[in-house]
């Protein structure tokens, strides 16, 4: 019962706050604001989101260990990147909003809303970090993966599954449509994979 109460009041903050923001703006948006449209105090409502960004970027925290969660769930024989490859491929094709290929109306407002608010794309920057982490334990201990080595694969797969996303996110925030960019999305993702997975050595060596 407690449990169940703490997760209602927990969607009740969130919701009042997304849809409070993305009427009036993050920024115009005061937390007493929002504490108040929820019928909670501002000490609860900071007791279950530390930050005002909190109150926005927890629904992609519940994502931050998303690729971790695919190397480990993957299939005996499949190597980590393959795994996560055909994972973003299978979001994109599904209109998955952690591709950045969601054009559902409020999704695509709150892009654009985090887009334009700096310290959300700073907070932001918590989350990647933290998939970081969890993709290297993932493969330290599914693939027997010396912990330098698992520690650079993840922060390069991470940083190309987050540009992947972001890149359509923004086109998506700013009017583009997911049927429109899905060809290109899935030629981007296949280049960024192929590169991951030839490490590198197909960049042009200039002079």
Do not use: C
Request: charged share 25%.
């Amino acid at each position: 019962m407690r449990e169940r109460k703490r997760r209602r009041t927990h969607a009740a903050i969130s919701d009042a706050a997304i849809a409070l923001f993305l009427e009036h703006g993050f920024q115009q948006v005061p937390v007493a604001r929002v504490a108040e449209a929820a019928e909670v105090s501002k000490r609860t409502l900071f007791a279950y989101f530390p930050t005002k960004e909190d109150l926005v970027l927890h629904r992609i925290a519940d994502h931050e260990t998303e690729i971790a969660r695919t190397v480990r769930a993957r299939p005996p024989g499949t190597a980590p990147l393959a795994a996560v490859r055909a994972h973003f491929l299978r979001g994109l094709g599904e209109r998955d909003a952690i591709t950045g290929l969601s054009d559902h109306p409020q999704v695509r407002r709150l892009y654009r809303m985090i887009l334009d608010t700096p310290s959300l794309v700073a907070g932001m920057e918590r989350f990647k970090a933290s998939a970081e982490r969890a993709l290297a334990e993932a493969l330290r201990e599914t693939a027997d993966t010396p912990e330098t080595t698992a520690r650079f694969a993840a922060a390069q797969i991470v940083a190309v599954h987050w540009a992947l996303a972001q890149d359509n996110a923004e086109r998506l925030a700013y009017g583009e449509t997911a049927d429109a960019r899905y060809a290109g999305a899935v030629t981007d993702a296949e280049h960024a994979f192929a590169l991951l997975a030839n490490g590198l050595g197909d960049l042009p060596r200039g002079g």
